[in-house]
Nanobody
């Protein structure tokens, strides 16, 4: 059974940084694009960033562009989300997901596998 396990969430002050990790198991990791999504309180789950299977292309939402960076290590079956200059509006549960197309679409429906999520709280 495919497992995606996120870690690295927590409480941080505005302007601070966090690095999220997502470790994949029982998955040919290098075949999948990987994405990060988040669900803020009282909002729908939304796209944050994605990276193609090779790591050659990366995409991010306008709200995090220039502050968040997605990366991957295929040898470690792990994808990362480096979050800098955090804002209170970044508070959410963050999920990683695997896209079998290898492309890394922004649409939730493109992703077959999801992690359980990790909470990120940014205080003002």
């Amino acid at each position: 059974q495919v497992q995606l396990v996120e870690s690295g969430g927590g409480l941080v002050q505005a302007g601070g940084s966090l690095r999220l990790s997502c470790a994949a198991s029982t998955l040919t990791f290098s075949n999948y694009a990987m994405g990060w999504f988040r669900r803020a309180p009282r909002k729908e789950r939304a796209f944050v960033a994605s990276i193609t299977w090779s790591g050659g292309s990366r995409y991010s939402s306008d709200s995090v562009k220039g502050r968040f960076t997605i990366s991957r290590d295929n040898a470690k079956n792990t994808v990362y989300l480096q979050m800098n200059r955090l804002k209170p509006e970044d508070t959410a549960v963050y999920y990683c997901a695997a896209d079998p197309s290898g492309i890394g679409y922004a649409s939730l429906g493109a992703y077959d596998y999801w992690g359980q999520g990790t909470q990120v709280t940014v205080s003002s």
